[in-house]
């Protein structure tokens, strides 16, 4: 089955033009299979020519999720199969996933844009209320015997005109549900984003407030008009719009969303809780669930301590002591679980509120007061709070809003520890409010694009149970539609297959459960999970339809290369030096975390021996042939963000080279202009002494003409005009030392300003 953003342009239907959405024919070819597993399509006949695979250069996903590239190498991971099919089509070799197949069994991996949106939409903004997504296809009584299209025996169909239009009968047979689906879902995201909205207002307007007061205390005429309420600035929103945007941007703990998915045989189920009930979750596995799998995007610190032990505990007393299968080797000494860290794509202006929140409201000790209170609002745990505040007291940390919320916060690049972190202490806590500007925005296709890194944790245990924990809300697949999924609210794409990792996982096996998986444990399922986010960001889910990180920084380096032979302008090599070095920071940076992740990748391909059978070849979608893949995927990234560091590293150093060449020219240029100067030097001080002397005994002795006044008038006014224009002068080049002088106690902090 083709991937929508891979497919040739196709014209609009008449089904969709009537409804007035605009929604692109192609967007609802690929979106059709899930609104299909609920209402048959209607008028379709058994002789449709599927639809061919795309020219090469372009990918399709297998049917379990999986992608495979025709012509391009061992670039997408390894297939998942799809489930074996009754007696009378066993035989049956699937070689292309076509339309009507795919309708009959409702298992397109790449349909609807954010699985359990449905849900959302009609539940929105309440996070505690639960619906659950179950697979139906198998209710729909149809396999591919009943299509009447054998793959095995049919030749590689061909992308013809009349193919076109036997999609497009297709699609307008189900046109109308899949435009319902999309419009409901676009109301939701427009909702999302008009409160977003909303407290960007407030933020706003602190900022503002904020500004004012930095600029007020910097100016002495401002100061004694706010004195004197000659001219008033900006005022200060009210405590309610802060509180209520502080909370927006920094839920309280017991109000984190927690996304839960269960798999079992032939069924999947997913439905979102908060923090306040994750205690329950890993208590109520259902019987039929094989592995439930419960994420929180939570970043290391107190409340990610206490919710990792407490899982873990609770899965000894339930296993009689037994922790599951040890990653001896992926995980650190004496603790045999697994973490790596995530590099994901937000946005520039939304990361920027982000820290803005938190680092202005925290200056104002009333504000705090008031969320400290609620803090663990909404928590029905039966020993997570106790369990914080001991651990609180233990380490001697702090247990306010703001400490404990500081571990939502995204890394920037040059901030942070990388993999390996150790205890609540670990997590970041942010000095300033300011984002550093990436030279990645520099690619147009990057330009409101921030690079970030987050920390990612896996905990599992022995009764199929599995924890993951992370504040990685961004964009893991770069998509050319990148740029509005950026605009959407973090938790909109949060479960989006086309951006988000985690998303994109639990899509794999929605409709299929664990009957496609080479083990049915919970490590198995561990190791595809934790390869698949090892791998991104990339492009390869999309099939190459936007440019990858390191094609994104070629063109910023030849630029940067470019500038070196341009002509010399004053302060131009300083402005060119700092853009090498930004730029080389970056890519070091990212080089770093790769090179973590292809120790991380070796580490658990040994711990992946001890899950498998030594038995060889191994099937492509076993956990040894998904590491196979990821390290794959990786150290070609690797590879070429090297490269790139080299060639920067060589671009700066003949750019010294270039530079200390005109140096000397110009010296050579300086030394003949100070033999010039040197001369006419020796001319002035030979006669500036007989200038002198010649006009002051030149001047009338007896008294200033025309005045009574003598020459102690005279030199009275002049020294007094002297001396008030050099303090006036020394005053305006002194006047952020007077002004700290005078004001000590007024002035901002370096991390304020």
């Known amino acids: 089955m083709t991937d929508r953003n891979e497919r040739p342009p196709l014209s609009r239907s008449d089904s969709n033009q009537n409804d007035g959405d605009a929604i692109e024919l192609e967007r609802v070819v690929f979106e059709t299979a899930d609104s299909a597993a609920h209402t048959p399509p209607q008028n379709v006949d058994d002789n449709i020519s599927p639809l061919s695979s795309p020219p090469i250069g372009s990918g399709r996903r297998s049917s379990g999720g999986g992608r495979t590239r025709e012509g391009s190498g061992n670039n997408f991971p390894p297939p998942i199969p799809e489930r074996e099919e009754t007696e009378d089509t066993e035989d049956t070799e ?207 610190g107190l409340v990610h301590s206490s919710v990792e032990d407490l899982f873990l505990n609770d899965g000894k007393r339930r296993c009689n002591g037994k922790r599951g299968y040890e990653f001896k080797h992926g995980g650190r000494a004496g603790w045999p679980y697994i973490e790596c860290e995530v590099l994901n794509i937000r946005s520039q202006e939304y990361f920027q509120d982000y820290r803005d929140a938190m680092l202005l409201l925290r200056r104002y000790p009333h504000i705090t007061e008031k969320l400290d209170p609620t803090v663990f609002k909404g928590d029905k745990n039966q020993d997570l709070k106790s369990d914080i505040e001991w651990r609180a007291d233990h380490v001697n940390g702090p247990m306010g809003y703001w400490d404990l919320a500081a571990s939502d916060m995204p890394w920037q690049l040059d901030e942070g520890l990388g993999a390996g972190l150790h205890g609540p202490h670990a997590g970041l806590k942010p000095l300033s409010r300011k984002v550093t500007p990436q030279l990645l925005s520099r690619n147009p296709f990057f330009k409101h694009a921030q690079i970030v890194r987050d920390p990612f944790r896996a905990f599992h245990r022995a009764d199929g149970c599995l924890l993951t924990m992370s504040p990685a809300a961004g964009i893991n697949y770069l998509d050319k539609n990148m740029n509005d999924y950026l605009k959407e609210p973090p938790h909109c794409r949060f479960d989006n ?148 560091l080299d060639d920067l590293q060589g671009s700066l150093s003949a750019l010294f080279q270039l530079r200390t060449i005109e140096q000397n020219e110009l010296a050579i240029v300086a030394d003949s202009q100070n033999k010039a100067i040197l001369v006419f030097s020796i001319t002035t001080v030979i006669f500036l002494p007989l200038s002198f002397f010649t006009s002051y005994f030149g001047m009338n002795l007896q008294g200033i003409v025309g005045t009574s006044h003598g020459q102690g008038f005279f030199w009275t006014v002049t020294a007094s005009f002297a001396f008030v224009i050099v303090a006036t002068a020394a005053i305006l080049a002194f006047r952020k030392q007077v002004y700290a002088y005078l004001w000590g106690n007024q002035r901002l902090t370096d991390e304020e300003q």
Request: with cysteine; hydrophobic share 35%; charged share 25%.
């Open 497 to 644: 297959e086309h951006t988000s990792a985690i998303g994109n996982v639990w899509k794999e096996f929605s409709n299929t459960g664990t009957d496609t998986w080479h083990k049915k444990t919970v490590e198995w399922f561990m190791v595809y999970l934790m390869t698949e986010i090892e791998a991104t960001p990339n492009n390869i889910r999309q099939g190459y339809n936007a440019p990858s990180m390191q094609d994104a920084y070629q063109p910023v380096v030849q630029d940067l290369k470019r500038r070196r032979y341009e002509t010399f302008k004053k302060n131009e090599s300083i402005k060119l030096v700092r853009d090498y070095n930004s730029c080389m920071d970056e890519i070091s940076s990212i080089v770093n975390i790769l090179e973590h992740k292809v120790s991380f990748l070796d580490r658990l391909k040994k711990d992946c021996a001890g899950l498998e059978s030594t038995a060889r070849p191994l099937p492509p979608h076993s956990a040894t042939a998904r590491v196979d893949w990821a390290r794959t995927a990786v150290s070609d990234n690797l590879r070429m963000m090297r490269g790139l």
């Open 94 to 300: 699937e070689t292309e996933d076509t339309l009507p197949s795919r309708v009959a069994r409702g298992s397109d991996a790449s349909s609807t844009p954010s699985p359990g949106w449905e849900r959302r939409a009609s539940t929105a903004p309440s996070m505690v209320a639960r619906t659950r997504q179950t697979s139906q296809s198998s209710q729909l009584g149809l396999t591919r015997a009943e299509t009447g299209i054998s793959h095995a025996s049919s030749p590689a169909p061909v992308a013809t005109h009349d193919t076109l239009l036997d999609f497009n009968r297709v699609v307008a047979a189900d046109g109308a549900s899949t435009s319902d689906s999309l419009r409901e879902r676009r109301e939701y995201v427009r909702e999302q984003m008009d409160e977003m909205a909303h407290h960007k207002v407030t933020l706003d307007e602190l900022r503002s407030f904020k500004d004012h007061e930095k600029v007020r205390w910097q100016s002495i005429h401002k100061t004694l008009a706010s004195k004197f309420g000659i001219r008033r600035g900006p005022s200060m929103p009210s405590d309610e719009k802060i509180i209520s945007m502080a909370q927006y941007y920094y839920p309280p703990r017991g109000m984190v969303r927690v996304d839960v998915c269960d798999f079992g045989p032939e069924r999947a189920e997913h439905f979102q809780t908060t923090l306040g009930d994750i205690q329950q979750q890993w208590e109520t596995k259902p019987d039929w669930a094989t592995v439930r799998w419960i994420h929180a995007p939570l970043g290391i």
